[in-house]
């Protein structure tokens, strides 16, 4: 069984360099902004099988912390990329 | 469980690395990479439910927000920079947001 968690978290390892390629060459911003969005979520699998190899519980308040901080970063990111601001006080588009 | 979620996350870095723009890029970010990592922790869940018998509540919430704002933040991406004007693939057979979107100006005039 600790070899199939192994062997997933080198498959995982590898979608992880395959989207850091993404992130460096990105042609545009918002294929950047995707790339960091994914990195986020794999980075979630990677901490959530850590913990399953190691076989602690503490891990797992992680998670919760890096999901919800990758979701607010995309969301800042994609209204950067929107209007050119993050905090506007005009309302209406 | 943990094996479909370390197959849909290795088809969404695939699918980043290959597809041709934004925003097919975006698709398959938002979908397959919210059905792997909620695979992942779903099996990590039962492991340590049912193995080491901890009943760990934070995972719930985790996946059931994983679940509500990956696809949301998919969106938010795809119309920011459909706004912003990047280019459509080269392979694109219709648009259907540009007559929206004029739409939208021409009410706005």
Same mark, same amino acid.
Do not use: C
């Given at each position: 069984?600790?070899?199939? $968690?192994?062997?997933?978290?080198?498959?995982i390892?590898?979608?992880? &360099?395959g989207l850091? $390629?993404?992130l460096?060459k990105? /042609?545009?911003?918002a294929?950047?902004?995707?790339?960091l969005?994914a990195?986020g979520?794999?980075?979630?699998?990677?901490?959530?099988l850590?913990s399953?190899i190691?076989?602690t519980e503490f891990f797992l308040?992680?998670i919760?912390?890096?999901s919800?901080?990758?979701?607010i970063?995309t969301? &800042?990111?994609a209204?950067?990329i929107?209007?050119?601001? %993050?905090?506007?006080?005009?309302?209406?588009? | 469980?943990?094996?479909t979620?370390v197959?849909?996350s290795?088809?969404?870095?695939?699918?980043?690395?290959?597809l041709?723009?934004v925003y097919t890029r975006? @698709?398959a970010?938002?979908?397959?990479?919210t059905?792997g990592?909620m695979?992942i922790? &779903?099996?990590?869940?039962? @492991?340590?439910w049912l193995?080491?018998? @901890?009943?760990?509540p934070?995972?719930i919430? &985790?996946i059931?927000f994983?679940f509500?704002?990956?696809?949301v933040?998919? @969106?938010l %991406?795809g119309r920011?920079s459909?706004m912003?004007g990047i /280019?459509l693939?080269k392979?694109t057979v219709?648009?259907?947001m540009?007559a929206?979107?004029?739409?939208k100006?021409d009410?706005?005039k």
């Open positions: 069984m600790m070899m199939f $968690y192994w062997i997933s978290l080198l498959i390892s590898f979608a992880f &360099a850091l $390629y993404r460096v990105g /042609p545009t911003v294929d950047r902004v995707v790339a969005d990195l979520v794999a980075l979630v699998s990677i901490v959530a850590l399953l190691i076989g308040e992680i919760l912390l890096l919800i901080l990758s979701f970063g969301t &800042a990111f209204k950067f929107e209007r050119g601001v %993050i905090f506007d006080r005009n309302n209406n588009r | 469980m943990i094996s979620g197959i849909f290795a088809v969404t870095a695939l699918g980043l690395v290959r041709p723009d975006t @698709h970010a938002s979908k397959s990479s059905l990592v695979g922790l &779903a099996g990590t869940f039962i @492991h340590f193995i080491e018998d @901890h009943f760990n934070q995972l919430i &985790a059931a994983l509500i704002t990956s696809p933040a998919g @969106h %991406i920011a459909y912003s /280019p693939a392979e219709r648009d259907d540009k929206a979107v004029e739409k100006l009410e706005k």
